[in-house]
């Protein structure tokens, strides 16, 4: 199913909580991605992996958190001090050089 | 820093006329550009790149740095091209950042 998976399909937040989304790839990519989905916004991105143990902030990076400790697995954390997180967030991931990416189907993330 | 910018939210066509997605950037380095599609319910993907100076379904896009655009053209749309287009660009010089425009839906009408 296109190699890269995310989860959960829909996740709901509480104030105050940290919730994090999944990201899995077996596509041996080296690069991976976080973006935000919002309508009449296009997608923003949030972070950045190009490599294991390493990520660099993207242009809306305030309020979330991430890590890549497998090259696999790059999970984002949307934490409390994210004051609008009701969005829909999509993982991408992409080999060497400039090749294409391969997107994720999203989660959506909706605040109870 | 770089940017991409996708001007028009909404593009309203009939079945059979020509249409055209803009999108300008601004970059450092060597920019590539891409071209991405999400048809409804369907996963984001990649549509064409202007390295490859291919048609797909029909379209085309051509690289104009003087006036830094990587418009989207095909002479006939049809129906089954009814989605949200999105303009993307990465730069040598910002690492592998990718960076997408607003996108733009387009609505081919019968």
């Known amino acids: 199913d296109g190699g890269i998976t995310q989860s959960p399909k829909y996740l709901f937040r509480k104030e105050g909580q940290n919730v994090t989304l999944s990201c899995e790839q077996n596509?041996?990519?080296?690069?991976m991605y976080w973006y935000r989905q919002d309508p009449g916004q296009g997608l923003r991105l949030i972070y950045y992996s190009q490599i294991v143990n390493d990520f660099q902030k993207g242009d809306i990076a305030e309020g979330y958190s991430v890590s890549r400790e497998k090259k696999e697995s790059f999970p984002l954390t949307v934490t409390s001090a994210q004051k609008n997180p009701t969005a829909f967030y999509l993982c991408?991931?992409?080999?060497?050089?400039?090749?294409?990416?391969?997107f994720g189907s999203g989660t959506q993330l909706s605040v109870l | 820093a770089q940017r991409v910018t996708q001007p028009e939210k909404l593009l309203s066509v009939f079945k059979g006329a020509p249409v055209e997605l803009k999108c300008n950037y601004s970059?450092?380095?060597?920019?590539?550009l891409f071209w991405y599609v999400q048809y409804s319910r369907q996963r984001l993907q990649l549509l064409l790149r202007?390295?490859s100076r291919e048609s797909i379904k029909g379209f085309t896009a051509d690289l104009n740095k003087g006036e830094t655009s990587f418009h989207l053209k095909k002479p006939f749309a049809q129906e089954e091209d009814s989605a949200m287009y999105y303009c993307a660009l990465i730069s040598d010089n910002a690492g592998n950042m990718l960076t997408f425009g607003g996108g733009t839906r387009l609505m081919v009408k019968p």
């Open positions: 991408a991931s992409r080999g060497v050089g400039l090749e294409k990416l391969f």
């Open positions: 202007h390295i």
């Open positions: 970059y450092s380095g060597s920019p590539e």
């Open positions: 596509l041996n990519h080296d690069a």
